[in-house]
């Protein structure tokens, strides 16, 4: 006769025929089976078959994690971290700006960054990061690739590598989307390297293209993806016989021209094809959004860029980059040689704005936890303020800061002088913070890709700062 069934019973026996009818087994039948005891599965043995069936195979039983996403946000000019997470009141070079306290007790930011204060405890700040390329070319290339711009490899950014990495392959969502960007400084910096044109970000409202659109007082920044829709009078259809007959030329002249050329055109012309019809393509589309929303992370580029960036990670794509700088009419970004504080307060405004509603909406959607968030530039600015008000490139010592999935927030990690001039304590370099922005996002940093030369190339070849890591 039966035994009578438990609830722990009961729930793995549910569990065990879910399983079983997923492979394709009647489930009707399987419950008259196992009612009747024809499976042989008696109290004493039921827990035994499904924990043999969940050692196995633990993914038929389990769900699977949560896919994981990293947001860039990049400083063009290269921010002052005194008059933002790394201020020094007591001290000749503090400069203007007043110290404001914020959500944790001890750490303190500027007092124009009120949002971002009231999310400290989000906030890991790194404020003893050390390299020493104080050039704006060379120190973009080295924050964004982790390398020098120096021999013959062609190094990928980290939004390509971490692109490549966290994505699905064949997907037809972008890799990765940069909005945005200033790449004057160093075009390599932002590209994909030897990792080829398929890892090559989406590019959106590039701020150095001569037809960007400029801001005016009363609208939003445009932040438009060039032909994603077929011209008007363009069938589906008619655009999907267009589409084969043009694969079907290039085809044909890949064959005959071989190289690299051709293989960057057909993969942006496919990229392009496939984004139209993607269910991702609407997340390019802000009119979509209420004002309420719009007005929430800014209206210049680096706000409508972060809400960008939110609904570009609501729809899986794994990589987004959003720049702040030259903007608005500002001619400098971060590059703030004279007039640094006026610049400062107005880009802190537009910073403190955009990045605290983005780490807002983002919790409330359940994805800030899946979500690691760089927040850098390609160097510091001198503590010391010269004759024009304003203060220069500095690389000994400076600040970047981490946020979001897989990191631990409400912390600062190092320390500088008290004149801001060294770092006297958890000295790090940039390798070290690209490799722990990739191990917050899941990603071994040691992993290695093969450039064109042969040679195993580190996604990041630093060591993760553990205290950061949640």
Known sequence: M??????????????????????????????KAASLGLLGWSQSGWLSHWNNLRAEEPSAITSPPPKRHCILLWMTGGPTQTDTFDMKPDHANGGEFKPASTKVPGLVF?????????QADRLAIVRSLSTKEGDHGRGTHLMRTGHPPTGPVQYPSIVSSLGKSLAEVDSEIPRSVSISPYRIFNQAAFGPGFLGPRYAPLTVAAADSPTATPMTDSAYAELTVDDLAAPAGISLERQARRAELWRSTQSRFSKTHPGTAAVAHQTVVERALSLMTSKASRAFDLAEEP??????YGTGRFGQGCLMARRLIEQGVSMVEVTLGFDQGNQLGWDTHAGNFEAVKRLSAQLD??????????DERGLLESTTILWMGEFGRTPTINPQAGRDHFPAAWSCVLAGGGIKGGQAYGKTSDDGNEVVEG???????LATFATAAGINPTNENISDQGRPIKIAEGKPINDILS
């Open 2 to 31: 039966p035994q009578p069934v438990n609830s722990l019973e009961r729930h793995a026996r549910t569990q065990l025929v879910d399983t079983l009818t997923s492979r394709g087994i009647d489930r009707r039948t399987l419950l």
């Open 110 to 118: 500027s007092e124009h960054l009120p949002k971002l204060a009231a």
């Open 291 to 296: 004002s309420k929303v719009r007005d929430a």
């Open 353 to 362: 704005q955009g990045w605290s509603t983005l780490m807002t909406e983002l």
């Open 427 to 433: 000295k790090v370099d940039v390798g070290d913070i």
